[in-house]
């Protein structure tokens, strides 16, 4: 079976590496703090599982490296069989893609590996394709919910559904490929498609986050109090409008619910704190760049304006800056 090298030891990093090493599958984990690694070596990975027949408390044991100790290993073994089989799941924030992870990325697929991007916004896979060629590169969206709890444990919040698929020109032995990925995925206990209209879907998230996450930053709210409140829904509506053009420029159909789909975001994931304010609590980067930042960087090259997204953008990465945002 072949291996699956998950890079990235935040919620969905841990919970897939959990829940992979819990069925059985070949996996291992990648992290770029030491502290982290040995944490995880000693304890393993703690996941809880909130609901469901599943719920409760389990460990998963698993071989956990440091990322520029295995990407030294791979630049220096060369083409070697271990390095051409396999998948690698990149689970870290789109912030963390540049020029130097991404030829990390590149030594550990090697010359045959698959890599499989979950982040949020757009532009980082222009950064991989640097190193690996665009049809071994595969895009992610995911709907499952995960919490970390610390260094080495992770709460499964919400089940939810993935879709990948190919970034590049297919074949049949991509499809088969990603056919068995599916397969060990859904051994884990993920509902897992293969999707062939994946860049629909990326933008259909991204424009979901576009509203969401940047809003809830900068009110410092839970999903669901963005529908409580009547004066935010034209902001809403504005900031979606915006990003649905500049995906008609792009070539892009949203699908006719697509609006909705915002709307139940927030309902289902109404006590969650998206990502972008959890960032911003913790002092932390957040992605605005690859999500609103995204959106204006193409609406520039089309020769349009997003005022709504240019205002939200500026707000946010303002807050960054403050140490008490």
Not at 53 to 69: D, F, I, K, N, T
Not at 173 to 186: G, S, V, Y
Request: charged share 25%; proline share 3%; with cysteine.
């Amino acid at each position: 079976m072949a291996r699956i090298v998950i890079v990235g030891a935040g919620a969905i990093g841990l919970l897939l590496a959990a829940r992979c090493r819990l069925a059985g599958l070949d996996v291992e984990l990648l992290v770029r703090r030491r502290e982290q690694a040995e944490r995880i070596r000693s304890a393993g990975v703690q996941l809880k599982e909130a609901a469901g027949a599943a719920a409760g408390e389990q460990h998963a044991r698993l071989p956990v490296r440091l990322l520029s100790e295995a990407a030294r290993a791979a630049e220096m073994d060369g083409d070697s069989a271990p390095r051409q089989a396999g998948y690698i799941v990149l689970a870290v924030k789109q912030t963390a893609i540049g020029a130097e992870l991404a030829r990390q990325i590149g030594c550990l697929a090697g010359a045959g590996g698959l890599v499989v991007c979950l982040q949020n916004g757009i532009g980082h896979i222009d950064a991989l394709e640097a190193f690996i060629p665009r049809e071994r590169l595969l895009m992610a969206v995911t709907t499952e919910g995960a919490l970390r709890l610390s260094d080495c444990a992770v709460a499964h919040t919400g089940r939810g559904t993935t879709w990948i698929g190919t970034a590049g020109e297919g074949g049949a032995e991509a499809a088969r490929r990603q056919k068995k990925l599916q397969e060990m995925l859904n051994l884990a206990g993920f509902d897992v498609f293969v999707s062939n209209n994946i860049n629909n879907r990326v933008w259909q998230k991204l424009l979901i986050n576009a509203v969401v996450n940047p809003l809830t930053a900068i009110f410092g709210v839970k999903n669901g109090e963005l529908l409580k409140r009547p004066e935010w829904l034209p902001l809403m509506r504005e900031l979606f409008a915006e990003g649905a053009e500049v995906a008609r420029l792009e070539g892009i159909r949203l699908p006719d619910d697509a609006w909705e789909q915002v709307l139940d975001v927030c309902r289902r994931t109404a006590g969650n704190r998206s990502s972008m304010l959890q960032d911003l609590m913790a002092g932390r980067p957040t992605e605005i760049e690859a999500i609103n930042g995204g959106l204006l960087a193409l609406a520039s090259r089309h020769g349009i304006e997003l005022p709504a997204n240019q205002a939200v953008y500026r707000l946010v990465k303002a807050m960054e800056r403050r140490p008490d945002a």
